[in-house]
């Protein structure tokens, strides 16, 4: 489970809209990834569109932003549009990269256990190594959050 000043794990990954990232090739700008559970669930929908309503002050402060979980390209596809998401979403199907960053986690609700995404931010610096991380993450106001972070950079 990577902690604040270690190297960020990298990895490739396709993105929603086609095409593929590569977490090293956006060395020199600080990344913001924001794991989340599902697609088009309540605080997954609000946590997108939070991220989105600020990616232009992101952008502005020269941080890159994108959000990750299971879900297929497909799913992505149809969760953007449905909302007019501009974050990248990137699909870590088999759940490698959640598993290196240490998201995938036992979980539970209405009294049932379950493995799944614990939702989990991590800012990274533009040197690559983890400069913050936010686990469990409460939606809102957690966007604005990230922003003041990142613009502290």
Not at 37 to 46: A, E, Q, V
Not at 66 to 88: C, E, N, W, Y
């Amino acid at each position: 489970m990577p902690e604040i000043s270690d190297n960020a794990p990298d990895f490739t990954l396709p993105a929603a809209g086609g095409g593929e990232i590569r977490l090293s090739d956006l060395r020199g700008a600080p990344v913001v990834l924001f794991f989340y559970p599902r697609d088009d669930t309540s605080g997954c929908t609000r946590e997108a569109l939070d991220f989105t309503a600020l990616q232009p002050e992101f952008a502005k402060a020269g941080v890159k932003i994108m959000g990750i979980s299971k879900d297929t390209i497909a799913k992505h596809d149809k969760f953007r549009t449905k909302h007019d998401l501009t974050v990248p979403l990137l699909s870590d199907a088999d759940g490698t990269v959640c598993e290196d960053y240490g998201v995938w986690a036992e979980k539970k609700m209405y009294g049932k256990t379950f493995m799944g995404i614990e939702r989990s931010t991590f800012l990274i610096g533009a040197d690559g190594r983890i400069a913050q991380v936010w686990r469990k993450v409460k939606v809102p106001g957690h966007a604005q959050d990230v922003l003041d972070a990142a613009r502290a950079l």
